[in-house]
Nanobody, 125 residues
């Protein structure tokens, strides 16, 4: 069992930056691939970024590529999402998720077994 708690959300002006954190409980964190998803009001949850067990491989949605960076610190059981050059369309609740499957990085929500409660990010124009 893995429990995930996100933090770092807030209100920021367009062009600004935020860093989200996701703290995981349990000693199996390093064996899980981790992902970030987001859901805006009235829209479906969408993939943002994912990172492999050791952090050597990453995957990004086209909409955030070059602006967002996912990273992890297995010693701290934490995954991060550095968000730069934020746009109003980045406004959403951001969720982190853990995937214990042996397959590669996934942009689909299905393979992720555990989810956090979400943190709100609001970007004003």
């Amino acid at each position: 069992q893995v429990q995930l708690v996100e933090s770092g959300g807030g209100l920021v002006q367009a062009g600004g930056s935020l860093r989200l954190s996701c703290a995981a409980s349990g000693r199996t964190f390093s064996s899980h691939k981790m992902g970030w998803f987001r859901q805006a009001p009235g829209k479906e949850r969408e993939f943002v970024a994912a990172i492999s067990w050791g952090g050597g491989r990453t995957l990004y949605a086209d909409s955030v590529k070059g602006r967002f960076t996912i990273s992890r610190d297995n010693a701290k059981n934490t995954v991060y999402l550095q968000m730069n050059s934020l746009k109003p369309e980045d406004t959403a609740v951001y969720y982190c998720a853990a995937d214990k499957s042996p397959q590669g990085l996934s942009s689909r929500a299905g393979p992720y077994d555990y989810w956090g409660q979400g943190t709100q990010v609001t970007v004003s124009s």
